[in-house]
């Protein structure tokens, strides 16, 4: 009896761990999708007068991560080449995060825009 519970408790298992591993594969592709799409919003003149930043978009660990870096991304942005084209670089990455994030931190609608 105890070899059927193990054997079913390693179907189950792995199937699941299956499934997590091809999410967690997914998602992996979009950090490095995202990634890039914050490098090249910094483009070189960004990444040489920033190094940090691009170090840390280039190093950072997870989305959450990134996410987190889009408002250091901002003040770059908009030292280099004015607040709208780096309102509108940070939106268009923003947009690379839907469906990766938790609901809880993503980006509302401001009523003010509306």
């Known amino acids: 009896m105890r070899w059927m519970t193990k054997n079913l408790f390693g179907t189950v298992h ?12 997914r998602a992996g592709s979009r950090v490095e999708e995202i990634r890039q799409a914050m490098l090249e919003s910094l483009g070189d003149s960004g990444r040489s007068a920033f190094p940090a930043i691009e170090r840390r978009v280039r190093f950072a660990s997870d ?12 003040e770059a942005l ?3 080449q004015g607040e709208y084209m780096a309102r509108r670089k940070i939106d268009e990455v923003s947009t690379l995060f839907r469906g990766v994030l ?5 980006s509302r609608q401001s009523r003010l825009s509306a």
């Not at 792995?14 to 594969?25: C, E, F, P, R, T």
């Not at 989305?63 to 250091?72: A, D, F, I, N, P």
């Not at 938790?102 to 993503?106: A, E, L, N, T, V």
């Open 78 to 80: 908009s030292s280099l």
């Open 102 to 106: 938790p609901s809880s931190m993503s």
């Open 14 to 25: 792995g199937a699941l761990g299956g499934m997590l591993s091809d999410n967690a594969a």
């Open 63 to 74: 989305v959450q991560g990134l996410w987190y870096l889009r408002g250091e991304m901002m």
